[in-house]
């Protein structure tokens, strides 16, 4: 018999492992739970992979372990689990030693990553949250990339449900602010996103799958047939389509513009959605990689030609028909385009988004036209509308009714959207504009629809050379007095305040966004609210820390104050499954005999 090693420790005698049946090794391990049943000997964590409740106190049974807090049952040889939601338990090595018991005080697995990507598709799989938490923390300690991460769970999505849904767009939001993340915060950002998912996918039939068509035709006719397909609801006729463009390797600036001039055969097609889960299925295959397009790309399309157009609500089309007034002036948009191609230096922004905030439809679109006359891209005009969609938000007035924050959120995150999609077909819109920039006009009429809600406006911080010099300077301060904030109810002014004061002492802006997600992440947040952020986050990188970029946080903060705090289940799941993982003792104060 080998000496025991310093790997292993002595848990007792096997006279008095058989006389009391079970001892516990503790140690600067975690606490080891021996068992002797019928003549065996068996090692496992004596937490509870549940919520760590000791597994000493529970009973055995035919080799059955049952915990005695949920009654989780676990195979006694394995660890394995016969309740999906409570997840296996580890085992550890067990030898005999001249009438001794030796436990080897360490758990692995022989390749971690690889578990942790198993038990992340069984977590997924199941929809059980404690179990994606605990995993999302394996592979994190096992190193892989949180890019890997991320495609693991896309890819699940894009399979496991009939279509892109909200987990989808969570998931690569906030996957797109991983790189502003801290360590903490990107756990919880992958945990968030993997969990809506999973939610998502719970008990949806799976995606069948569809081909490409055998031919090849040329870019130009796929995108007519898309618009096509899609006017007449013919779903299978518009996957294919983009299938077959996909196939035939059209670049994403391509499939973008045939997408985009799709989705605008409807005006604000279900209030926006379907246009900004487009796009986010494009960033989410710049994060995974355009290798999974065949996979990924399809799954917008179903909701996209079922959408409902604004053009069937009363609202756009009396007391003026804005549906007209876009189609006018979408028919005009070559000609417009082609007298602004080559005018250079348009940079007046900030200016074109408070005309585009106007009360008066008509002027908003000459606005619009003058500007491209002047030489404005359709990018440039995205990012014009987008920041006025972000004023709309932050000056949001607190007479409104709570759920009006959505009709601000839904404008500025299909604006946010709109931008995204213009920046990346560039060059590649053949038709010089004229059918992209639709989506523009539409968001530029949503927008007007949307004035009462600054009526009367809230008054931005900041502005007017206000110092708000009653608020911390330091910017620890700053940051905790706007955890604090978020911690209480109704604190949507104080929360802007804080963010303006922030941005105006010049602190910085990586900082206030980390903890402007913090805020986020340990909350139960609703969809809107990651959009809310993500979007936010992603206009103000076009600004930076200027008035506008101040503007654009400062709409992002009093959204989300607007929401918090809630209950934080999701937190306390995350919070246990990192104490389980990272080997701590959980109530102890249970386990004490
Ligand atoms: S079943 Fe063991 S802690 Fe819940």
Not at 26 to 33: F, T, V
Not at 372 to 383: D, K, S, T, Y
Not at 421 to 442: K, Q, S, Y
Not at 474 to 492: C, G, H, P, T
Request: charged content about 25%; overall charge negative; proline content about 5%.
């Amino acid at each position: 018999m080998d000496a025991p090693t310093r790997e292993f420790a002595l848990a007792g005698s096997l006279e008095e492992l058989k006389a009391k049946g079970r001892l516990v090794v503790h140690g600067a391990h975690r606490p080891i739970l021996v068992i002797c049943d019928r003549g065996r000997v068996f090692a496992l964590d004596n937490r509870c992979p549940h919520m760590g409740f000791p597994l000493e106190r529970g009973s055995v049974e035919d080799g059955i372990l049952t915990c005695h807090w949920h009654h989780a049952r676990f195979d006694l040889e394995s660890g394995c689990t016969f309740d999906l939601w409570a997840d296996d338990v580890p085992i550890c090595p067990v030898e005999v030693r001249d009438g001794d018991v030796w436990v080897k005080t360490t758990f692995g697995h022989a390749d971690p990553a690889a578990h942790w990507h198993r038990r992340l598709a069984d977590g997924l799989a199941h929809n059980l949250g404690l179990v994606i938490a605990k995993a999302m923390h394996g592979q994190l300690a096992a190193d892989v990339p949180p890019a890997d991460i991320v495609r693991q769970v896309a890819l699940f999505g894009a399979q496991s449900r009939d279509g892109w849904g909200v987990g989808l767009t969570i998931l690569t939001a906030l996957a797109n602010l991983l790189p502003a993340l801290p360590e903490e915060e990107a756990f919880l950002a992958l945990f968030h996103g993997a969990r809506r998912v999973a939610a998502d996918c719970d008990g949806e039939a799976p995606r069948r799958e569809r081909a490409p068509l055998a031919g090849r035709p040329n870019p130009a006719a796929l995108k007519r047939w898309l618009r096509r397909w899609t006017n007449v609801r013919h779903r299978e006729a518009a996957e294919r389509t983009l299938l077959t463009a996909i196939a035939a390797g059209a670049s994403p600036a391509v499939l973008a513009d045939a997408l985009l001039a799709a989705e605008t055969e409807r005006v604000f097609a279900d209030s926006g959605h379907s246009l900004d889960f487009t796009n986010k299925a494009f960033e989410c295959l710049d994060l995974i990689g355009w290798e999974h397009a065949a996979a990924v790309l399809p799954t917008v399309v179903g909701q996209m030609v079922a959408a409902r157009g604004a053009e069937e609500s009363t609202a756009w089309r009396q007391p003026v028909d804005l549906v007209a007034l876009c189609e006018e002036a979408a028919s005009q948009l070559p000609e417009l385009f082609a007298a602004g191609r080559g005018v250079p230096g348009w940079c007046d922004h900030a200016a074109l988004a408070r005309e585009l905030l106007g009360d008066d439809p008509a002027r908003i679109v000459d606005a619009l036209k003058a500007a491209i006359r002047a030489g404005a891209a359709p990018a440039e005009l995205g990012r014009s509308l987008a920041y006025a969609a972000a004023l709309r938000v932050a000056r949001f007035g607190n007479a409104n009714e709570h759920a009006d924050w959505e009709t601000a959120h839904h404008v500025f995150t299909y604006a946010n959207a709109v931008h995204r999609m213009l920046e990346r077909i560039g060059t590649a819109d053949a038709e010089g504009g004229a059918t992209a920039v639709r989506a523009v006009l539409h968001g530029t009429m949503a927008l007007y629809l949307a004035r009462y809600l600054n009526v009367p406006p809230a008054r931005i911080p900041g502005d007017g050379g206000e110092q708000l010099d009653d608020l911390p300077a330091d910017a620890e301060m700053i940051r905790a007095a706007l955890l604090d904030a978020f911690d209480r109810q109704r604190q949507v002014d104080l929360a802007a305040r804080l963010v303006a004061r922030h941005l105006k002492l010049g602190h910085s802006p990586q900082a206030l966004i980390a903890t402007l997600a913090r805020a986020l992440l340990r909350e139960d947040a609703g969809f809107h609210a990651y959009q809310m952020l993500e979007a936010g986050v992603r206009q103000f990188s076009s600004w930076g820390n200027t008035d506008e970029g101040r503007h654009i946080l400062v709409a992002v903060a009093r959204y989300l104050a607007a929401h918090s705090p809630t209950e934080r289940a999701a937190l306390q799941t995350a919070d246990i499954a990192r104490r389980l993982m990272r080997g701590g003792e959980l109530h102890q104060e249970a386990g004490a005999s």
